[in-house]
């Protein structure tokens, strides 16, 4: 049995340590807010924080893991400013994405809460969005930032 | 959006009075209507509504939110002549019952076409009027009041004589006892309250913003297997033999089975399931598989369409003699275009839940075609289609992925199920196994030969269209006619250009294919409008004519009124005429694909070789746009995914084997290439028409036809970024 601490529980998982974070958190966590998208840190759809970093749950071992805070979605503080401007903006279309896409989001704010543009590009750019809601994001990002669009 | 609640009997018993099938009202309950309302969500106010005693108003969705926001526009249009508080309405996946739920035209449930809120807007603005009248009818008599002096605002009924008010909650049970009226009377347009506004919100914003949405990848349920199917890495390649020794090793893994499309490792988790297939060894049988290479199709193509091999051409417009249409090569432009496979690529790879049980089969998955997908399975079982039960699900995107014909992820999912007696079974493909499992938009070359008068315009235009058919061994075959599968030419028949010109010969051969295909959102057009508008900029280019003004006098020609009112509305908003910064150019296009008409204008440079194009202004007629921010929303988003394609989509297949299967290889368009997409809808009267698919071809031409103003090089094949 490992330890894991996620949103801000510790967890006994039984889980192999050489078993991505991110099926430990769907399929024994039971947290299917984090998505799976790629399998090799390309899409951003299982994006988590480990001590409040952005980082691809699916290449993120239960091993490398452990002694980290790791927060998902669902972790994530109740009304979060971001998820409020996802709402106003309309953002979510198909919506499989959108977990990850705020999860980055919120790891922006966190360090940079006035974020320029280019730090949102930098934040934001391992996030596919195949549905192409990318202005909305950026939109709703600065909304809940408070920075001028 | 959770499964389909039954309604109690007690409360069935108490609110019979009334089904709407069809859109039509019927009274009474004859024999033949229970028969029917036996087999669905029995409720007052029809198959389409149902109102809550705590006066939440749930709008039955028989169209899939693939994430083109269709959902939300169908409640708009019962809401709006309801006069229900928007904020107390939701959104419910109607079950797979072609007889309550089939689109009108297609005759089976679909989602699809672009025809959501076209097909719907009859037939659930009258469910929303029906059910309002009832209730106006119930408060009438409750308060013994008259009918015509009842207001109805926000959810609320009033009568201002007498001061009494009351939600639809509390009148449910009088109003469903109340004949509903034969014609419900609709609102006219000026007195809409919703339809047309942005108070059309997405009734799944918040869900899908905070992680509770339910997709397929999500179901759990005790007793669930994981199954991951080691496919042939060629198409067409069968299982020869398999080694699932140390597969079966692998803790977490149930059992290995082979199924007709390759071996199946079903496992306690997802991780122990695709762990299970790494360790397996299969050896594949090619005899039949596809070997060779996505470039030995596209030369192949490219000879067959120059008539270096020949074929057997179908005719699909044909006017005027071209016999001699052609003789001055002086007045002769030459145009090709090749385009390849792509793949759909949805965010969510595809997967479905299944359970085989005794007889018939439950499925929960992101369903979009529910009525082919009831048939192929039912086939498979040997069952009737309606005892293969379907609960929809959002899905995560589809693009056209979801509504497989042969409904092969689908079958798959059953295939393993049928071998696990009756435990729930969920087929899970990783990324390679989508963007590797083939039914992409199939490589396409046109040729195009166009002669002009002196004023450089189109005198006479040769067309040959080499594409395999998307529609051959499908339930919609009837679309091909004398050898010409409509969606493989749709955008060049029809085209305004070749109204315009007097002299037309087009024609298209359908090749056989081994690699699957199918449709990809806005389906022929994904190739046509490629191919026409840049054709249309080259011979402007040529003719030294502005591209906006040649397009003008075409539009004028063809009485191609749509194409101009867009294109003018784009012109004037994106500056075009104004002087732009060096190095920088605008590019336009226009193309009209399921009911609506939209133009771009792009402006676009070169950065390291590179297309980088930071601006788009859109012009949209589609009728009356029920949710407005909708439909900008799906502009955007197409424009975002013509663009992903139009600079890299390319499935590569080398010796048969896909080469790029996920997104390392497979490049698509990320947040730093995302333009500023600015979207302008033409105010209509119109039926409202498609949104979801005519965003998506434009673009592609605009920047070409930019790159061409830049560069003055067209652009010859697709993607315009090579790897
Ligand atoms: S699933 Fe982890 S980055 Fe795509
Ligand atoms: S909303 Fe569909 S992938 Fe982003």
Redesign the interface.
């Known amino acids: 049995m490992t330890k894991l601490n996620i949103n801000g529980k510790d967890r006994e998982i039984s889980a192999a340590a050489d078993t991505p974070l991110l099926w430990v958190l769907r399929d024994e966590m039971g947290l299917t807010g984090t998505k799976f998208g790629c399998g090799i840190a390309q899409c951003g759809a299982c994006t988590v924080h480990a001590d409040g970093e952005a980082i691809r749950s699916c290449v993120t071992t239960v091993e490398m893991a452990q002694g980290m805070r790791i927060t998902t979605i669902e972790g994530l503080e109740a009304k979060h400013p971001l998820q409020a401007a996802w709402e106003r903006h309309n953002v979510p279309q198909c919506g499989y994405c959108q977990s990850g896409q705020i999860m980055s989001a919120a790891a922006l704010l966190a360090t940079k809460p006035k974020p320029n543009d280019a730090e949102i590009v930098e934040a934001m750019n391992g996030n596919i969005c195949r549905c192409g809601c990318y202005n909305r994001i950026v939109a709703a990002i600065k909304d809940a930032a408070g920075v001028a669009a | 959006m959770s499964g389909h609640e039954r309604i109690g009997a007690s409360r069935r018993e108490l609110l019979i009075g009334a089904l709407l099938v069809g859109g039509t009202l019927v009274v009474g309950g004859t024999p033949a209507l229970a028969a029917v309302a036996d087999e669905a969500d029995f409720v007052a106010f029809g198959p389409f509504v149902r109102i809550a005693p705590d006066d939440s108003v749930t709008v039955i969705a028989k169209f899939s939110?693939?994430?083109?926001?269709a959902q939300s526009g169908l409640a708009a249009l019962v809401a709006e002549e309801l006069d229900a508080d928007w904020s107390k309405v939701s959104v419910e996946n109607a079950a797979a019952d072609v007889k309550l739920y089939a689109r009108g035209g297609f005759g089976i449930q679909l989602t699809g076409g672009s025809g959501s809120i076209t097909d719907s807007w009859d037939q659930l603005r009258k469910a929303g009027a029906a059910a309002r009248a009832m209730f106006v009818s119930a408060a009438a008599a409750e308060w013994g009041v008259p009918a015509a002096e009842i207001t109805v605002e926000n959810g609320i009924l009033s009568h201002a004589g007498s001061g009494k008010h009351s939600g639809f909650g509390r009148l449910v049970a009088a109003a469903a006892k109340v004949t509903p009226p034969a014609e419900p009377k609709l609102k006219p347009a000026s007195a809409y309250k919703l339809i047309g506004t942005n108070r059309v919100?997405?009734l799944?914003?918040?869900?899908?913003?905070?992680?509770?949405?339910?997709?397929t990848?999500?179901v759990?349920s005790p007793g669930m297997l994981?199954a991951v199917v080691a496919h042939s890495p060629r198409f067409g390649g069968t299982v020869a033999s398999f080694d699932d020794k140390a597969a079966r090793k692998v803790?977490g893994v149930v059992d290995v089975v082979q199924i007709p499309s390759g071996v199946a490792v079903v496992a306690s988790?997802?991780?122990a399931a695709?762990a299970g297939r790494d360790a397996l060894v299969v050896q594949w049988n090619d005899d039949k598989a596809e070997k060779r290479s996505s470039g030995a199709i596209a030369e192949q193509y490219r000879a067959m369409a120059h008539g270096t091999e020949a074929v057997q051409w179908a005719p699909f417009d044909q006017r005027g003699d071209a016999a001699k249409a052609f003789d001055d090569p002086a007045r002769t432009l030459d145009i090709d275009m090749t385009q390849p496979f792509l793949a759909h690529?949805?965010?969510?790879?595809m997967n479905c839940v299944a359970l085989v049980k005794e007889k018939g089969a439950k499925l929960t998955f992101g369903c979009q075609s529910q009525t082919m997908d009831q048939n192929v399975i039912a086939a498979l079982l040997g069952c009737d289609p309606s005892d293969v039960e379907i609960e929809t699900l959002?899905?995560?995107?589809?693009?056209g992925r979801r509504s497989v014909a042969t409904a092969d992820y689908q079958k798959e999912a059953v295939e393993v199920a049928r071998r696990m007696k009756g435990r729930p079974v969920k087929l899970v493909w990783?990324?390679e196994d989508d963007m590797g499992g083939g039914y992409y938009r199939p490589l396409t070359h046109h040729r195009a030969r166009v002669a002009v008068d002196a004023a450089g315009y189109p005198s006479a235009w040769e067309h040959r269209i080499v594409t395999a058919s998307l529609m051959r061994g499908t339930p919609f075959e009837m679309v091909i006619k004398d050898g010409v599968d409509s969606t493989g030419v749709e955008g060049v028949q029809g085209s305004p250009y070749l109204k315009a010109t007097p002299v037309v010969d087009a024609r298209a051969f359908h090749p056989e294919t081994k690699v699957p295909v199918m449709w990809l959102r806005s389906v022929g057009a994904t190739h046509t409008a490629m191919m026409m508008e840049h054709a249309i900029d080259q011979l402007a280019h040529r003719a030294k004519v502005d591209p906006v003004a040649y397009r003008r006098a075409l539009y004028a020609k063809a009485k191609a009124e749509s194409h101009l009112a867009v294109l003018d509305l784009a012109a004037q908003k994106a500056g075009w005429g104004k002087p732009i910064e060096k190095g920088w150019a605008r590019g336009v296009a226009v193309h009209e694909c399921f009911g609506s008409t939209v133009a771009n204008i792009a402006e676009v440079s070169l950065v390291n070789g590179e297309p980088r194009v930071r601006r788009v202004v859109v012009a949209i007629d589609c009728g009356i746009a029920v949710a407005p921010?909708?439909v900008r929303?799906q502009m955007?988003?197409?424009?975002?995914?013509g663009l992903?394609y139009t600079l890299f989509g390319d499935v590569k297949i080398e010796d048969g084997i896909v080469q790029n299967r996920?997104?390392?290889g497979y490049r698509?368009?990320?947040?730093?290439e995302?333009p500023?997409?600015e979207v302008h809808i033409l105010p209509s009267t119109r039926t409202p028409a498609g949104a979801g698919e005519p965003g998506t071809p434009v673009i592609g031409p605009a920047v070409a036809n930019a790159l061409l103003a830049l560069t003055g090089k067209p652009t010859t094949a697709l993607p315009l970024v090579k790897a």
């Open positions: 939110e693939l994430g083109q926001g919100t997405r799944d914003a918040r869900a899908k913003s905070t992680g509770t949405a339910r997709f990848q999500d759990q994981i803790a988790n997802t991780h695709i690529a949805s965010m969510e790879p959002p899905a995560g995107g589809s693009f990783t990324r921010d909708q929303a955007e988003g197409g424009i975002m995914y992903s996920n997104f390392d698509v368009l990320r947040l730093e995302a500023i997409v």
